[in-house]
């Protein structure tokens, strides 16, 4: 539990000025507790270093904070689950995304939890407070991406996975 606020802590510090995309400019440590919340209150993850890597999952990736930092402060586990849901920002965008879908099968388990979260967390944030300039091809194209990224990851969580598939479902209203 200390732990899990320790981290808390972190991310809140090292995503201070960041904002999320909707159109209220969100803070964007509300995504990493919301992941943390899905995984431990909706589909029962009791792995705390799951639990440890969703908060922690967009600092390598949108912060300065190396893998080295979060192995020293959080340990080896937390570091390696976060590395795994860590795109290569030196790519172009597409390549991305491309890597995305075919990375989602061979990273670990707990990756896997934490990045099916990720993308529960992304479809209800497009239904609920969607970003202001995406119409709504760009939402189905994201609705449509995330389900490439779970689909070769089904199995590992049936649970966390029927959530995805509510919140999938949710994404109807958009067309
Ligand atoms: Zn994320």
Redesign the pocket.
């Known amino acids: 539990m200390n732990r899990l606020i320790q981290a808390i802590a972190f991310a809140a510090a090292r995503h201070c000025n960041q904002r999320r995309k909707d159109a209220q400019a969100s803070p964007y440590i509300n995504?990493p507790i919301a992941?943390a919340n899905v995984l431990a209150n909706e589909a029962g993850v009791t792995d705390e270093a799951v639990l440890i890597a969703a908060i922690l999952?967009?600092t390598v990736e949108d912060t300065d904070t190396s893998a080295a930092e979060l192995a020293e402060i959080f340990g080896e586990d937390v570091a390696r689950i976060v590395m795994e849901v860590t795109d290569d920002k030196s790519l172009p965008k597409a390549e991305r995304k491309r890597l995305q879908i075919e990375h989602a099968a061979h990273v670990s388990d707990q990756a896997k939890l934490v990045k099916l979260a990720?993308k529960i967390c992304?479809l209800r944030d497009i239904v609920a407070m969607p970003p202001a300039d995406w119409d709504s091809e760009r939402k189905q194209d994201y609705f449509n991406w995330a389900r490439r990224v779970v689909d070769p990851m089904r199995g590992v969580h049936p649970v966390l996975e029927a959530i995805f598939d509510a919140a999938y479902g949710e994404g109807n209203v958009l067309v």
């Open positions: 995504h992941l999952h967009d990720d992304n």
